[in-house]
């Protein structure tokens, strides 16, 4: 077992981890120039089809899809894995990197202006090739991959729809009467995604009850336990296949006071594992949110879930201590990791409500792979009131009623 560190010197995690260095190319090659044209016929008016999670071409309608990342990159054991291997798309996001990009159309040599915080491309105004930010530049601009919608914009409205029904009762009125779920929007979230191999070493005191009794009379009376204390060490090894990781500073730091972005986590899991290579084509007809958070940034996020992982590993080698485990240090040793930066899928309804000086953007959030949804909706206070006095009522009533029958 592991030694601990002295009492307040156990709380940080230790990685000792060697700085960051690209070390997986994860280029769509095929789209270095950055047209993206149908294998069959040639044509570049293509989007996605959510439906089957294909691309599409809207001109032959030959349908296909992108390798998978997991096929370009070898998983192995994540045991083995040591030090930080991070994928080209996941490479810190260089500095002075413009939003507006021009590119160069690859049909007739038209330079065509893009902004990138947008969407990620545009039609030539002279030859109609539709151009995309493909080529995967390292500058950490482009992610590595990409996880298709599958679930499509009218199943997703209706979903929210369900949704917001269920709460309409004690719902405000403006949001009742202004809920138009048609303005649902697909957005592409970018996230890290990370395999990590990390070990973790616990200590605290635990308690076992070995005795039960009362004290006092009347309305002094208290409840006493007697147990015995014990000293309670716990080491353990562990892999982290896939977890995913805010890459967008405006999405991770969550505000309760002036939106619900927070519901987009309880929407998870993502099925990452499908997830193919990085092709802008996509995204059309989809919005985007552009990644601004580096592995330093997201490293301190890694580590609490690891050291939550940790603490839910040795759950189970505690339960004998039925008074329960204070852990009082804690130590985080991650050995290696391995970071991917991804678009997930993400149908958002946003409602804004302003009332008495205050406002408040609620959201309405699908998982555009599972449909799986969660949300928030503005209530009406006085609603909320009536309805706790209408069952506070009844509850008196049937308490009088009892009280009659058995006089």
Partial sequence: MSTLPPPGEGGAPQTGLPAPEPTIDTRNTRLDDGINRCPRCGATDIQLRPSVGMLVCLFCRHEWAEARLDETIANGDLSTLTGTTIASGAANIAAGVDSVITLKCGGCGAEVVVNTAEQMGARCHWCRHVLTINEQIPNGAVPDAVLPFQITHDAAMTTIREFAGKRRLFADRAFVRDFTPQNVVGVYMPYMVVD??????????????????????????????????????????????????????????????????????????????????????????FTSEKRDQDVAHTTPELEHQLLSIARAQVESSISGYDRGVRWERERLQVHGTRWVAMYLPVWLYSYYHEKNGTSMVHYIAVNGRTGEVMGSVPVSTP??????????TVIEGIVIAILGAMG
């Fill in 196 to 285: 990590a191999n990390a070990s973790a070493d616990v200590a605290g005191f635990g308690e076992v009850q070995t005795r039960r009794y009362t004290r006092g009379t009347g309305d002094n009376k208290k409840t006493v336990y007697d147990a015995d204390v014990f000293e309670v060490q716990r080491h353990v090894d562990f892999t982290a296949d896939d977890l995913t990781l805010e890459a967008s500073s405006a999405r991770a730091q969550m505000n309760s006071a002036i939106n619900t972005n927070n519901v987009i986590n309880t929407i998870l899991p993502f099925d990452t594992e499908n997830a193919v290579r990085w092709n802008a084509s996509y995204l059309t007809g």
């Fill in 383 to 392: 609603r909320l009131v009536a309805a706790a006095l209408t069952v506070g």
